[in-house]
T-cell receptor, first 114, second 112 residues
Framework: DTAVSQTPKYLVTQMGNDKSIKCEQNLGHDTMYWYKQDSKKFLKIMFSYNNKELIINETVPNRFSPKSPDKAHLNLHINSLELGDSAVYFC?????????????FGQGTRLTVV | GENVEQHPSTLSVQEGDSAVIKCTYSDSASNYFPWYKQELGKRPQLIIDIRSNVGEKKDQRIAVTLNKTAKHFSLHITETQPEDSAVYFCAASKGTGNQFYFGTGTSLTVIP
């Protein structure tokens, strides 16, 4: 069983389009995240959701919106895609048990905007 | 927010030698420090972690040390092997809501 799964794995789209990336975790974790990894490999936190409440939103354009229908899902919707949005997007989840614990990552979605 | 710095950005070692990667953090409230390994085209995966109440932790060829006073922690890999070649990330978290802040990564190459 895949702990954290995200779809699609690859996404090629034109500038100006709207797209979504889906993420699901079967670990029963309370917190889910989206990270963006650019060409320099830097992992930058975009959002985290804890019990369906947004608890962190780093300086991300409002074209990006996380949507969590339930605790096991955190989808990422992107409006009006731009060339600079091209990157690998990782979903992750973790559970706080007496303190922070390991974050488990999905396999990543490589987004290419042309 | 937390600021995590990581050095070096690239590291090449001969097989069998040791590799050391260092990180510093800014927020004294951070109390959990994981290290992730990311192979090319793969997801980051945890290799070792340490909490603020521990100074050192070892798992076979991998060890992590933490100096809370100086706010720095390091990853030590001994007897390196070609399969250790990857990008390594350090991270820091305060635990509340589990925000993880990552360092900029170290690309390790082990030369056979």
């Amino acid at each position: 069983d895949t702990a954290v799964s995200q779809t699609p794995k690859y996404l090629v789209t034109q500038m100006g389009n709207d797209k979504s990336i889906k993420c699901e975790q079967n670990l029963g974790h309370d917190t889910m995240y989206w990270y963006k990894q650019d060409s320099k490999k830097f992992l930058k936190i975009m959002f985290s959701y804890n019990n369906k409440e947004l608890i962190i939103n780093e300086t991300v354009p409002n074209r990006f919106s996380p949507k969590s229908p339930d605790k096991a899902h955190l989808n990422l919707h992107i409006n009006s895609l731009e060339l600079g949005d091209s990157a690998v997007y990782f979903c992750a989840s973790s559970q706080e048990v007496g303190g922070a614990t390991e974050a488990f990552f999905g396999q990543g979605t490589r987004l290419t905007v042309v | 927010g937390e600021n995590v710095e990581q050095h070096p950005s690239t590291l090449s070692v001969q097989e069998g030698d040791s590799a050391v990667i260092k990180c510093t953090y800014s927020d004294s409230a951070s109390n959990y420090f994981p290290w992730y390994k990311q192979e090319l085209g793969k997801r980051p995966q945890l290799i070792i972690d340490i909490r603020s109440n521990v100074g050192e932790k070892k798992d076979q060829r991998i060890a992590v040390t933490l100096n809370k006073t100086a706010k720095h922690f390091s990853l030590h890999i001994t007897e390196t092997q070609p399969e250790d070649s990857a990008v390594y990330f350090c991270a820091a978290s305060k635990g509340t809501g589990n925000q993880f802040y990552f360092g900029t990564g170290t690309s390790l190459t082990v030369i056979p």
